[in-house]
Structure formats: C-alpha cells, structure tokens
C-alpha cells in the first residue's frame, strides 16, 4: 500500500476577507509604535505591513502570544512563501530582540530579585 501524503493546503482560501486594520494603522497600532524605543521601531514594518503592526498591538503584553507570532513571522513554515524584504526583516529581528530584552526583561528581573538577594545573604 502506498504511502499518501497530506493533501496541499490553499492558504488562499482559508485567509480571513481584507478589512481596513489590514491597510492602515489603528490607533493601537500608532500607540505601540510610539512606546517603542526610536532604535527598535519598525517604521517600514509600519508602511508595508500595517496589519502586522495591528496584530502586534494586540498581543503585545502576552509574552507567549508574541512569541509564536515572531515565530510565524520569521519562520516559513509553508515552504512556498516569499518573504519580506530585508530592511523588514531586520527591522522585525531587532525588534524581537528589543520586545525579549527589554520589554520582559524587566518583567522577568522583577520577579526574580528577591530569590537572587535571599541567595546572595546566604
């Protein structure tokens, strides 16, 4: 019996119907470009994928949410996509590492001060 592989997946069809927060900037999209440091903004990001920049502001306080997109983003698991185009895609890199280094760094230190003071008396 031969083996069968999965059938293709149309990612056409399942894609949801083009709205306006695919086109333009929502107000959450302008305020989470604003609170980003000048040096991690991704400005082009901003004018060639808004819809991207939308969803961000969405997820951007749920760590692992954020996490899997940066992974959807910069990994093709298609096999068939074309990319962005470099200045995008090193603006995306910066940025996961500006949101991973900064943005939960502190988080994440603020946590765990009072386990690395109670070690360090010891």
Do not use: C
């Amino acid at each position: 019996m031969p083996i069968q592989s999965a059938p293709a997946v149309d990612f056409s069809k399942v894609r949801h119907a083009p709205d306006k927060t695919d086109f333009q900037l929502t107000l959450q999209g302008h305020a989470l470009l604003a609170s980003i440091a000048p040096e991690a903004r991704p400005n082009q990001l901003a004018v060639k994928f808004p819809r991207i920049v939308n969803k961000m502001a969405m997820l951007w306080k749920s760590k692992p949410q954020m996490d899997r997109y940066f992974e959807d983003l910069l990994t093709d698991t298609r096999g068939n996509r074309q990319g962005f185009p470099l200045g995008v895609l090193m603006e995306l890199t910066t940025l996961k590492d500006y949101y991973e280094t900064k943005v939960f760094a502190a988080a994440a230190k603020d946590v765990w001060d009072p386990v690395e003071r109670a070690r360090l008396k010891t």
